[in-house]
């Protein structure tokens, strides 16, 4: 005689119950050995995206960075230096106008944590300041490949637009007063008092 079937215990279930999944995925997946290999190397993958910490990219190499207009505008003082104004004043263009750019998002970005977080906003602050130093003064070689070129009306913008950024009482401000004062533009010199010597 046969003996009885026994029932099952719940612990034979639970078993019966993970060998039929897998065995359902290995039909979908193929060999259930590899169903579990995938899964395992799913869980993997996942748990290593978790754990690791993304980094920030490099700027420094691609054309919108404060170092490629750095580079620019040295790059258009070697034009000067050689009388080839035309190269001067497109390296100069380029890099005021990246410069511009990248000056506008700083300043954004500072004036968005205002009251949020001060340590960034302070560093949004201090790049938005270093390029917009930077666009002056490319601002201004480009204003003097204006003038040797014979083309004020193109020069005398550019000064002034450094007058506002940077002031008269400021070292390239006064640079581009003088500029407009020997243009002709303004009649009268500037001399800062604070720079001026003390009398004896």
Known sequence: MHSPIQPLTPSSRLTLLCLSLVGMAGGLLGHPATALANASAVAQSASSTATT???????????????????????AEAAIAKQ???????????????????????????????GVDTLIQRGHREKALESAQ????????????????????LAVPLLMEILRSQQPTREL????????????????????????????
């Open 84 to 114: 080839d104004y035309t190269t001067a004043e497109a390296k100069l263009k380029t890099a005021r106008e990246t410069l511009n750019q990248i000056s506008t998002y700083y300043q954004e970005l500072a004036q968005m944590f205002i």
């Open 53 to 75: 910490p993304l980094k920030p990219g490099n700027l420094a190499t691609s054309s919108f960075s404060i170092e490629t207009a750095t580079k620019l505008m040295g790059e």
């Open 173 to 200: 401000g006064q640079r581009a007063y003088q500029q407009l004062f020997e243009l002709g533009f303004v009649a009268a010199p500037y001399q800062n008092p604070a720079a001026a010597p003390s009398p004896m």
């Open 134 to 153: 930077l666009r002056d003064k490319a601002a201004y070689q480009l204003a003097l490949v204006y003038r040797a070129k014979n083309q004020p009306e």
